[in-house]
């Protein structure tokens, strides 16, 4: 069985970044506090907790004067009021293109749209996005929503960095019947771009795709769905002892690609799993054969 590790895959920049200023910190201040698991993968947020990052679900848990990282899905503009006032030291891990999408969000805003942002509604990127907006802004998830809403005649459109290309071409096309004047910024970030077209190409070739990644990470799951749309059996995993020998029955290409948040060490895990499980397979058959 061959199997084959998608090139763009893994740790995206923000990730990198935001890891890295997570680490510096808990090398320097005591009392670390990220508001939501840094990034969406257990292992890795289990690694920094022992580091001395705590998780904290709201800023009330947060103590007052501690040091407080937004993570790169970025926050609100009221999360850094308050933490100022509450005299915490912040870290801002906001990824700087989450950044350009919130101040798309604000200008448009500011210059009378009616501001739509493209995502997943209980994602915390598009909900800091919409607060960055004066709470005015939109989430749609697909063009569906649109006969929800009552448009106005003059509308932007931004959207959540992980989404697809299609789903922002989508909602483009829907909306320009129905709109005097339609202003887009593209936001979707590279990183997001690169991994799927990559993700996708690989599972068109091979019997079975493996996506590795935090189940609530929004980019990871994209990828599996994508994967899956070609057609293609995927299996969407967290770390390697969730392969089930099964899915390798009549198998003879296995690709595997991983989420923005997934370190490099899960996927290569992966993999050896894969090529001990194909092993193993082998040896089982020979030995079937001497009976
Ligand atoms: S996926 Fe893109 S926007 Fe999100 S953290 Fe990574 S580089 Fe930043």
């Known amino acids: 069985m061959e199997v084959s590790i998608v090139e763009e895959c893994g740790f995206c920049f923000g990730v990198r970044r935001a890891i890295r200023l997570a680490k510096e910190a808990t090398c320097q201040h005591e009392g670390i506090y990220s508001l939501g698991p840094l990034i969406h993968n ?129 909602l483009v096309v829907a909306l320009l019947p129905q709109v005097e004047e339609l202003v887009v910024a593209n936001t979707i970030c590279e990183a997001t771009t690169t991994r799927q077209q990559a993700s996708v190409a690989k599972a068109r070739e091979v019997d079975l795709m493996i996506v590795v990644g935090g189940y609530h990470s929004a980019n990871t799951r994209r990828l599996a769905q994508i994967c899956q749309a070609t057609g293609t059996a995927t299996h969407h995993i967290e770390t390697a002892a969730e392969i089930d020998p099964q899915w390798l029955a009549g198998v003879a290409t296995v690709g595997v690609t991983a989420g923005a948040s997934t370190p490099r060490e899960a996927v290569q895990a992966v993999a050896e799993r894969l090529h001990e499980l194909a092993e193993n397979g082998n040896r089982g058959e020979a030995d079937d054969h001497q009976f």
């Open 42 to 170: 257990r292992q890795v947020v289990d690694q920094l907790s022992a580091a001395g990052l705590s998780v904290a679900d709201d800023l009330r848990e947060v103590p007052d004067g501690a040091t407080l990282m937004i993570r790169a899905h970025g926050a609100g503009p009221e999360v850094y009021q308050q933490a100022q006032a509450r005299n915490m030291q912040i870290i801002d891990a906001t990824c700087p293109f989450v950044d350009r999408v919130q101040r798309k969000a604000r200008q448009f805003t500011e210059m009378g749209y009616q501001v739509l942002v493209l995502g997943e509604t209980d994602h915390p990127e598009p909900r800091a996005i919409v607060e960055h907006s004066q709470g005015r802004a939109i989430i749609v998830e697909s063009p569906q929503d649109l006969k929800k809403l009552s448009l106005d005649a003059n509308v932007a459109v931004v959207a959540q960095t992980t989404q697809r290309r299609e789903n922002l071409e989508a």
